[in-house]
């Protein structure tokens, strides 16, 4: 039997902001549990719901180094035990982040906790899965303050890049103040970057969690092949290429898969009229009136309708929305968007809405229940992105039927099949320059065969429909990985 620990900072259904959540909720659900045992630890967040809380029970709590109060609850929930570090002092408030500074500290604080807590829970794992920075001086400790305890030892770790975007970057001073690490690991080719320039003083130079995580792991992944590849340049790297470039022969890329329980449009309870593909056409007309209903948009499912559901950030490819808005709104469509995130797109969104009252519905904000009526209700979404790492929102898109309209690059290259109109095959649009236009482009070839050619755009849909995006063969990937290391 296999031991392992993802360590993370969100997971379905306890707190989500991202795609993160998702991968950290469903994954460890999909292995076999005579094979392997997984479990999952996270930040006990007061945001955590109380339904959850309540059923939690306290398994330890202890002083880590003599003065910091570490508590760990343990909750069983379908079949996976899940822990939360607890230190009120770090993880009160309404949100899972703060500003990166504090954050910095508090998951400094988590990373160290897990493996302070892992000997006197009864529980030593093999692997120790972390993802992203929030984790990511797991691997640092284990093999520096830790190395010497014979409970650590042979203990194996993997780095989950899910955006390089994020690392967890600040100078050496504060993130040796909050990390208490060694000196030896804030030098160039380990925290910080082969690149510094070392005439600054030590303490002014840059420091990045994440790069911890790179050099200290076994084995780095990240969320699809070309992401995998893309993290390598320059372009796409956040000044990690270096490290990624050097380490290549441990860095895989394994696709995200989506939990085909919760997004599944047959059993769906959010949704106005489940679906499935033999019956998905009407069905989803009634799930569109619906939608455009509840949103006060005019009912009426021959209008071609978009949808945006998305962090609203510049990752998101947003500006290209902009450009095109008073173009796309000349035409004959509707356009949904949910998101929160930038006040800029925020506002922007708000502007668009009140400009074309009968074509923009924007909700601002997040709804888990209301994302799964988007995904049933609307024509195609669009995914415009200027980096995706794998992108879940276009996975969701295909399982519901919703034609996917992608720039084609990182997870989204991967998992949408661009239409060809010369052998009617492709699950989505796909366009290659990161320019507004082609987005335009992309969505005028959607519209027109939703509007003049029924059965070209059915196809599509049915195609995108029978597509499996379920964890089972990028599970299979991992396990793999477990298994050899
Ligand atoms: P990222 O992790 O970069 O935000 P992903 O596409 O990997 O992007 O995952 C986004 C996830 O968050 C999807 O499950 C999507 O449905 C969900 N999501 C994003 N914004 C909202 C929102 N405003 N309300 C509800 N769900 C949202």
């Given at each position: 039997m296999r031991k392992v620990l993802f360590a993370a900072s969100e997971c379905v259904p306890f707190v989500k902001t991202g795609g993160l959540a998702d991968v950290v909720g469903s994954l460890p659900k999909v292995f076999d549990k005579s094979?392997?045992?997984?479990?999952?630890?996270?930040?006990?967040?007061?945001?955590?719901?109380?339904?959850?809380?309540?059923?939690?029970?306290?398994?330890?709590?202890?002083?880590?180094?003599?003065?910091?109060?570490?508590?760990?609850?343990?909750?069983?929930?379908?079949?996976?035990?899940?822990?939360?570090?607890?230190?009120?002092?770090?993880?009160?408030?309404?949100?899972?982040?703060?500003?990166?500074?504090?954050?910095?500290?508090?998951?400094?604080?988590?990373?160290?906790?897990?493996?302070?807590?892992?000997?006197?829970?009864?529980?030593?794992?093999?692997?120790?899965?972390?993802?992203?920075?929030?984790?990511?001086?797991?691997?640092?400790?284990?093999?520096?303050?830790?190395?010497?305890?014979?409970?650590?030892?042979?203990?194996?770790?993997?780095?989950?890049i899910h955006n390089i975007r994020f690392q967890g970057t600040w100078n050496v001073g504060h993130l040796q103040y909050v990390s208490r690490l060694p000196h030896e690991v804030f030098e160039p080719t380990k925290l910080v970057s082969p690149f510094q320039d070392t005439s600054?003083?030590?303490?002014?130079?840059?420091?990045?969690?994440?790069?911890?995580g790179l050099v200290y792991s076994d084995w780095i992944t990240t969320v699809s092949n070309s992401y995998a590849y893309e993290i390598q340049t320059p372009q796409f790297s956040d000044g990690l290429d270096d490290i990624l470039l050097c380490r290549n022969q441990r860095l895989k890329g394994i696709v995200n898969g989506l939990d085909y329980q919760i997004w599944n449009p047959e059993t769906d309870a959010n949704i106005a009229e489940t679906y499935n593909i033999e019956n998905f056409i009407a069905k989803r007309n009634a799930n569109k009136i619906a939608l455009q209903k509840e949103l006060g948009l005019n009912p009426d499912p021959s209008v071609f309708t978009l949808g945006i559901v998305s962090r609203l950030t510049d990752q998101k490819g947003l500006d290209l929305v902009d450009q095109i808005m008073d173009q796309l709104c000349e035409t004959r469509m509707n356009l949904v968007v949910l998101g929160t995130g930038d006040p800029h797109y925020e506002n922007m969104f708000r502007h668009y809405q009140s400009k074309y009252p009968n074509k923009i519905a924007a909700i601002i904000g997040y709804s888990e229940e209301l994302s799964h009526r988007i995904y049933a209700g609307v024509d195609a979404l669009l995914v415009p992105s200027a980096f995706e790492p794998c992108g879940l929102t276009q996975l969701i898109s295909l399982r519901y039927g919703t034609v996917p309209i992608v720039h084609e690059i990182g997870g989204l290259k991967d998992t949408v099949q661009p239409f060809n109109q010369y052998d009617n095959?492709?699950?989505?649009?796909?366009?290659?320059?990161?320019?507004?236009?082609?987005?335009?482009?992309?969505?005028?070839?959607?519209?027109?065969?939703?509007?003049?050619?029924?059965?070209?755009?059915?196809?599509?849909?049915?195609?995108?429909?029978?597509?499996?995006?379920?964890?089972k063969n990028s599970c299979e990937v991992y396990r793999q990985l477990y298994l050899g290391m």
């Open positions: 094979e392997f045992d997984i479990r999952v630890m996270l930040p006990m967040y007061e945001c955590i719901k109380d339904q959850y809380k309540s059923q939690m029970q306290t398994v330890y709590y202890f002083q880590m180094d003599n003065i910091v109060y570490v508590g760990v609850m343990k909750l069983e929930l379908d079949g996976i035990t899940y822990y939360f570090i607890d230190n009120k002092q770090y993880f009160s408030g309404s949100k899972p982040y703060f500003d990166l500074f504090t954050d910095l500290e508090r998951f400094a604080y988590f990373s160290k906790a897990v493996l302070s807590a892992l000997p006197l829970i009864g529980f030593r794992p093999d692997i120790i899965h972390c993802h992203d920075w929030q984790s990511a001086l797991i691997p640092v400790y284990l093999n520096t303050v830790f190395q010497g305890d014979p409970f650590f030892q042979g203990i194996r770790t993997i780095m989950t600054l003083p030590k303490s002014d130079w840059t420091a990045s969690m994440l790069r911890g095959t492709g699950t989505g649009f796909g366009f290659k320059g990161y320019h507004s236009q082609e987005l335009m482009d992309r969505i005028n070839h959607a519209m027109y065969l939703f509007y003049n050619d029924k059965a070209t755009w059915n196809g599509i849909q049915k195609r995108a429909m029978e597509q499996d995006w379920s964890w």
